[in-house]
């Protein structure tokens, strides 16, 4: 069994690494066997936190690719789907291709509806808001999930890409379970920002996406000398090695890292059973991870 960390406050506890699923649903995505063989080896390896969102796609005619590529594999697996956890978001839109926010009620209104038929559910374990959208105020947004949380449509609220005050402000209108945002070696604004500590002051998981840099920067790992070395004397990649790295940021912080091939999402998975030093931890707070 996968080492554990709760979700957020009076949410189960979920494997201290997820799995992402953006990969399998934008460019250069594998053949549906494909993904699903992958999906079900991080299930089978004990990972219980699964993230997608409506717009893990191509474009707009494309929404929902990915949430029905995880509802198909979820139907499928020989495990219990009681104690995976699927997360899923609302509050982007896919026009053309483009990543842009839309976070109005009728928007994320709208969005669930149709997620909850990508999904083949009547409740959404985790939707997360997607990210503030400023052209519309972020309490009315948090508003529409809210309602759909009263209402029975979702279970846990999380919130994406947000601030220590927007996390505030979220928490006076809904219980808020998760926040999702990025962090990793080359990019700790999550940390310096005070978005980490404010997770773990307050039991809220802290989902760290692209953990291992994101699909062109985690290719500079392999040859990062700190992350090699220390892979070597632990017999393991750099990859784990800087997941371990994510994850000592904070009590409440799971990596959800992506990947196509079932090579890479083991290996990430394993990487929930390695520890660093508190030399190791330090050793790589003070280098340099380039993001040229
Ligand atoms: N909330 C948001 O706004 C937001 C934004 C971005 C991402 N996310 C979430 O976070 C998840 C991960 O983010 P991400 O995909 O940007 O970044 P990531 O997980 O840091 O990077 C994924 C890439 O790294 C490679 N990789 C991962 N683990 C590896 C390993 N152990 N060994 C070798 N290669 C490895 C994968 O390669 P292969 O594909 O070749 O296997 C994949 O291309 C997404 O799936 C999504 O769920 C959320």
Known sequence: MLHTRPLGPNAPA?????YGGMHLSVTDRPTESDALRVIHAALDHGVTLLDTADVYCLDHSDIGHNERLFAKALATWGGD????????KAGMIRPDGRWERDGRPAHITQAC?????????DTIDLYQFHAPDPKVPFAESLGAFKALRDV?????VGVSNVTVAQIEEARAIVPIVSV????????????????????AAH?????AYSPVGGGRLNKKL???????????RHGATAHQIVLAWVRAQGPTVIPIPSARSIQHTLDSVHAAALTLSEDELGAIDRAEFSRA
Request: aromatic share 6%.
């Open 14 to 18: 979920v494997s201290a690494i997820g």
């Open 81 to 88: 789907r009681s104690q995976v956890v699927l997360a899923t």
């Open 113 to 121: 509806e149709r997620s909850l038929a990508a999904l083949g559910t």
């Open 152 to 156: 029975g449509k979702i279970r846990f």
């Open 180 to 199: 999702q945002n990025r962090l990793n070696p080359f990019f700790r604004e999550a940390i310096e920002a005070g978005v980490v500590a404010h997770c």
């Open 203 to 207: 039991g809220i998981g802290f989902l």
């Open 222 to 232: 392999p040859t990062h000398p700190l992350a090699v070395a220390l892979g070597e």
